[in-house]
C-alpha cells in the first residue's frame, strides 16, 4: 500500500454493556468475546482493529453477521463512539470533533449508502438525492441540476418526480448511491449496500459501482458478508470475525495465502480462475523464453487465459504491464492454483476447524 | 360517667398494650370525642344499654371509623373527606391567582367563537363549511355529506344549539393540538419525560370525566366558559399526545439513521424527517382528540356548556323523550361528519407517502 492513506484505525475497541470500561480491561487481558458475554455481560464488538485505509482505493470489509463489520463503518463517521482507540480522518481525529465538526465531516467529507436504503418515503427522488445540498440549506432550485446529473449517471434520468416506493428495490438503491455522490464526498461508506438486491441486480450494481469507480477514484468502505462480491470490488480486503481482524491486504494475496482455518474455508467455495490474476501466479522475470503461445496483460483473469489457450496445459504465456514483459506463465502453474493450497480439499474439515 | 365508658370496642387492646390510652382520652375526648356525631351502630349500642359483643368472625377491618371508636385521637373517614374539601379550599384563592389569568384566554376564545358561528348568517356558514369540507377532503360526496347534516339539523331547528357545540369543539380541538402535539414530541425525545407523562395520561383518560367538573366549579365561576372548556381539553388532549409520541417513536430507524449519516442537525431531522413520518398517526390523534371532544360537550353542559347538550340535559331532566331522542342524534350527525372529515385528511396524507 504505497499510496496516501485516508483513513486510519488505530487500535479501535468497541464494547456494549453497562460498564464497558471495566470490560475493556479484561479484552486487553485476553479475553474473547464468548467469554466476555457470559462473565461479564457484555458484547465485545470490536476488538483491537487496526486499518489503512487508501485513498482512491475500495476498501472492503468482509465477515459474516455478528462479527462487527457493520459496527465498525458506523464508527467512521461516529454514528457509534468507540469504547477506545483512534479514527484518523486524512490525518484528523474525528474523535475530538465538536457536533458542528462531525456535522461537517458527515455532510461534505463522507457520505454513506444503506442496505435497506433508508429513503426518505416523503420526499421525491430528486429532493431525496439532494440530500446533502438541502441539508446545508440549498434550495431545490440551486441543487436540481448537479442532483439530476446524478441520477442520470446512475441510469435513473428522468425518474426525479417519483416517490421511492414507486421503485424497485435496484432502482432505489440507485437513488440511494446517486444520494451520497451528490454530496461530493471523498469518501463513501456502503454498508451492505448490495445484500438486499437479487443477484442479477447485484451484479449490476456491483459493475456500476466499479464504473463509477474507475471514473470517480472515491474512497469507498464497503461492507459485505459476500465473499464473490468482496473479491470482485476489493482493492484491499480485510476479514473480520467475531469482531476482531483474520486477515487483511491484497484479495489475490489472502486468497493465495490463507493464515486461518476460517478464512481457508471460505476461500474454498469461490470460482478461483475467476477471481486469481496473472500476476498472481504468474513467475516473475523479464527475461525472454523461446516457444511463447502468446502474451497476456498481468491484469486478466484467469477463466479468460483458460478460455483462450482452450485447455491446453503445456501452454506458455508472456505477461505484460503497460507493454513491456513483467513475467512467464505457464499453464501448469495456472492449474495448480485452481486447487486450494493448506489440505483444504475437504470443506468440512476446514468448517469443523474454523 | 363519660357515655364512652360502657362501650366496648374491638381494637381497645392495642391502644391499651402500648400505652397510648392517656393520649387517646386526652386529646381527643377533651375536645370533640364526645360531641362529634355518632355512627349508626353507637346509637344503637346506646338504645340497647349494653356493649355489642364481637365473635372473632366479625373482627371488623381496622379502619379509621373502628379505630376511632377505640381511640379518640384518630380521626374518622369523614374527617378525611372534609379534610380534603377544606384543603382545597384553602389554596383555592391562592391557586385561582394563578390559573385564573392563564385560563382566561380561553374563556375569550370560546366566548368569541360562539359569538362569531351564531353572528355569520346560516346562508354563509353552511356553504363556508361545505367549501372547508372540500379544502381538507376533496370529496365532493363528503360536502354532500355536510350539507345534507347540516341542512336537517337547521330544518328542525337546531341550527344555534349545533353551531355552540361545533364552536367549543373547534377552539377546544385546536388548543388541544396546539399543546398535545409539542407534549408528545417531549415524550418521544426523553424517556424520563415519557415516563412521568404516560401515568399522568392515564389518570386522565381513566379518570370519570365528571371528576373533572367538581374541583373545577370551585376554582372558577359556572358561568364562566373556561370552566367547560378546561374539563374538555383534560378529556380530549390525551389521544393527540400520545400518538404523536407513538408516531415519532415509530419512524423507521433506517431512515433516521440515514438523516445523521448525512449530517442533519436534531431539528431538522424533527421538522424534515420525524414530523412529516408521523403526521399519519398525529392525525389519527387529533381524530380521536376531535371526538372525545364531542363526548365531553354533552357531559360539559351540566356545568353550563351551550349547545346540543343542553337539550339532552333537557330530555333527561323533565323526561322529554323527543327532544332528547332528536338531540341525541344531531350528536351523532356532528360526530359523524367531524370523523368523515378528519379521516378524509388523514387518508390524503397516507396516499400521498406511503411507506
Known sequence: MSDDIKIKIRNLYKIFGNDPEMALEHVKNGMGKTDLLAEHNHVLGL??????????????????????????????????????????????????????????????????VFQKFALFPHRTVL?????????????????????????????????????????????????????????????????????????????????????????????????????????????HLVILKDGFIVQQGEPQHILLNPCDPYIEDFV??????????????????????????????HDDNLESLIERSGGDTTNRYRVMKNGKQVGILEMTDLVRSLVPQGGSSDPEAARRAG | ??????????????????????????????????????????????????????????????????????????????DLTTGLESGFLNIKDSLKVVVDPLTQPLSWALNEMLWVMQAVPWWIMIPLLMLITYAVGRSLKLVGLVALCFGFLAFIDYYDYTMQTLAIIFVCAFICVLFGVPIGIAMSRSDRTQRVMIPI??????????????????????????????????????????????????????????????GMTSRQKLFGVQIPLALPNIMAGVNQTIMMSLAMVVIASLVSAPGLGVLVLRGIRSLELGVGLLSGLGIVLLAIILDRVTKAALARINSSQPK
Open chain 2, 1 to 78: 360517667m363519660p357515655p364512652d365508658e360502657g362501650r366496648m370496642a374491638t381494637y381497645d387492646f392495642i391502644f391499651d398494650k402500648l400505652g397510648l390510652r392517656d393520649w387517646c382520652d386526652g386529646s381527643g375526648a377533651g375536645e370533640n370525642g364526645s360531641s362529634g356525631p355518632m355512627s349508626m351502630a353507637d346509637l344503637l349500642g346506646q338504645t340497647t344499654g349494653d356493649a355489642v359483643e364481637v365473635s372473632a368472625w366479625d373482627t371488623p377491618f381496622p379502619s379509621l371509623d373502628n379505630l376511632h371508636d377505640a381511640c379518640d385521637a384518630i380521626p374518622q373517614s369523614r
Open chain 1, 268 to 297: 474454498s467455495d469461490i470460482n478461483r480462475a475467476r477471481v486469481l490474476r496473472v500476476r498472481s501466479v504468474m513467475r516473475r522475470t523479464t527475461e525472454e523464453m523461446g516457444e511463447i503461445s502468446g502474451e497476456v496483460d
Open chain 1, 127 to 235: 429532493e431525496n438525492t439532494g440530500l446533502a445540498p438541502s441539508i446545508e440549506g440549498k434550495s431545490k432550485k440551486r441543487y436540481e441540476d448537479e442532483a439530476r446529473k446524478w441520477l442520470a449517471r446512475v441510469g435513473l434520468e428522468g425518474q426525479g418526480d417519483q416517490y421511492p416506493h414507486q421503485l424497485s428495490g435496484g432502482m432505489q438503491q440507485r437513488v440511494g448511491i446517486a444520494r451520497a455522490l451528490t454530496s461530493n464526498s471523498d469518501i463513501m461508506l456502503m454498508d451492505e449496500a448490495f445484500s438486499a438486491l437479487d443477484p442479477l441486480i447485484r451484479t449490476d450494481m456491483q459493475n456500476l459501482l466499479i464504473e463509477l469507480q474507475a471514473e470517480l477514484q472515491k474512497t469507498v468502505v464497503f461492507i459485505t458478508h459476500d465473499l464473490d462480491e468482496s473479491l470482485k470490488l476489493a482493492d
Open chain 2, 201 to 262: 395520561l392515564d389518570m386522565l383518560q381513566t379518570l370519570p370525566p365528571f371528576v373533572y367538573l367538581i374541583p373545577l366549579i370551585f376554582l372558577f365561576s359556572v358561568t364562566e366558559p373556561k370552566l367547560y372548556g378546561i374539563a374538555i381539553i383534560l378529556y380530549a388532549i390525551v389521544p393527540v399526545v400520545r400518538l404523536t409520541d407513538l408516531g415519532i417513536r415509530l419512524v423507521d430507524q433506517d431512515v433516521i439513521e440515514a438523516a445523521d449519516a448525512f
Open chain 1, 47 to 112: 476488538n483491537n482493529i487496526n486499518v489503512d485505509m487508501p485513498a482512491g482505493k475500495t476498501t472492503v470489509i468482509m465477515g459474516l453477521s455478528g462479527s462487527g463489520k457493520s459496527t465498525l463503518i458506523r464508527h467512521l463517521n461516529r454514528l457509534i463512539d468507540p469504547t477506545a482507540g483512534e479514527v484518523l480522518v486524512d490525518g484528523d481525529d474525528i474523535l475530538s470533533y465538536s457536533d458542528k465538526q462531525l456535522r461537517d465531516l458527515r455532510q461534505h467529507r463522507m457520505s454513506m
